[in-house]
């Protein structure tokens, strides 16, 4: 073999992996990041993780990219271990579909039909259609297009180049020697382990044999082994991307190394020991490039199919392997950075997240309440435990929407991302208020001061108006519910009308001599906090009007509750007054 077919050898790899890696960007693109969603939503079933997994892996052509997109969804929390499973299952299956794309770099071209069907006359169509999309179409969907055609056609001429530089090898005696060595099993399968973990790609593994095969001296014995070590060396790039991830990261990487190795293992000694018993006629057979996509496509049919029932052992097994962390204790979910380059995907977990740390700041006020009454220590404790997870979800959130404004958005998720990141604010001074009213009662419990049955009385009303504020807010938001959000302000401005009562009947109480000085600071501090919360509320709910109804809407809504109330905010004041306002009591 001559320098220069080593260098075109290298040379057709290169133009292999880049034009594998062109078209699977583009036909990402072109999916618009819907794939992403569709992995996370449809794996209720191991058969449904299956089919999705290879499905995924057949478009985006690479089992490592989507086995490390599910890496991302267990390590966030999105996804369990047990859904995971299945999909790189999948993954292990679908990633052969590239094999059977290379195979039609190998159509040879005659006469008539064949020659229009050669691989330069395909080749050559589909780069000029391509590149035409990239230089004259004005629409981003055809530049895809023109992206994936342009790296089908690239990686044709890899291959192409490849089996150029190795078609004189059928005359060398040291290369016929080492195919030779391959029939024994393990060399083959550690041959293949090297082979796919150098270049992190089962498909370009594949690829090389394939090219190899047109010597004419790879045969079913030393090329099946081979196949084998690619699937177990295909997993080195997923283990490397689960450094830096979490226990459970760790384990849905490391259970395609244990599926792949596990299901390699139970075929080799199954076909190996009927091969030395009876030796199998085919195992003389010369492979050809389409001969090895098919044995490649059943082998992994067949290692996915012995497998997928015992998912549950595969949990077990990588479960026992990575130890549990510390970190596995705290409540706040891991939003994995990865997620921003799949915006759709991205808001999605965002909210889902945001809607936790909501109901986070409602319990804090809820158990807050709940220590004015009747203080104990284990409920200080809980309600100083929920704040300091309200500045966890803050930090964690506020990181991951800043670094998500930086991609490229829409219109509509750049809006929300700003509002996102503003309703955090709000969400996390909700917290700090819930806390202010337990150290408000932790004082009172410490001094040993007690309230006035009408100061009391007033309380009780307050509490019950923010419950009901919290509610209607937080569900709000939840279920996207914008006539609820309506119901937010005429409730706020109530809950500002009761405070500001409060405030002249406790001055009245303190002039005629019914609560002192000590009793007022607390009660005070009370009011505000109460006060507070509700405002936050209010800007909670305007957000959610902005979402759906856009910024002008908003503007102009919050413009005619100013200048003019509306109908629908009387019917709601008249109601909300009717059943927290506080009556005159007359002595």
Known sequence: MRFTDIISLFLGIALFLFGMSLMGDGLKRLSGHKLEPILYKLSSSPIKGMALGSGVTAVIQS??????????????????LKQAIPIILGAIFGTSITGWIVSLSYIEGGGSLSSILSTATLTGAVAIVGIGFRMFSKKKNLHNVGDIMMGFAILMVGMSTMSSAVVGLKNEAWFNDLLTTMRNPVLGIITGILISALL??????????????????????????????????????????????????????????????????????????????????????????????GVNTVFRFCLVLILLPFTDILETLVTLMVHESAEQGSKVVHLDERFTRYPTLAFEKSRETINEMAKSARQAVLEANALVGRFTDAGFEKVES???????????????????????????????????????????????????IGMSAKELNEKGISFSDDAKHELSVVMAAVREILHITMDAFAEDNVALADRVEPLEEVIDDICDDMKSRHVERLQSGKCSVAQGFVFNDLITAYERISDHCSNIAVAIMEIYTGPFATHEYLGTIKAKRTDSFEEYYKEYRARFIIEEKHD
Do not use: C, W
């Open 63 to 80: 089992s490592s990219a989507t086995s490390v997109i599910v890496v991302g969804f267990v390590n966030s929390g999105m996804m369990k």
């Open 200 to 293: 992190q790609s089962a498909s370009a593994a594949v690829g090389i044999l394939q090219a190899l095969s047109v010597t004419g001296q790879v045969s079913f014995a030393n090329g099946l082994p081979i196949l084998m070590g690619i699937s177990i060396g295909a997993a080195l790039p997923v283990m490397l991307a689960a450094l830096g991830t979490n226990t459970n990261g760790k384990r849905a990487a490391l259970s395609y190394l244990v599926s792949s190795f596990m299901g390699v293992m139970t075929l080799a000694s199954i076909f190996f020991l009927i091969d030395a018993m009876v030796h199998l006629p085919f195992s003389d057979a010369v492979m050809t490039p389409f001969t090895l996509a």
């Open 386 to 436: 929920l704040e300091d997870e309200g500045d966890q979800y803050e930090d964690a959130l506020g990181s991951f929407l800043m670094k998500l404004v930086g991609q490229d958005l829409s219109e509509k998720q750049s809006r929300e991302s700003s509002i996102f990141l503003h309703t955090l604010s709000d969400l996390e001074r909700i917290s700090d208020h819930a806390l202010n």
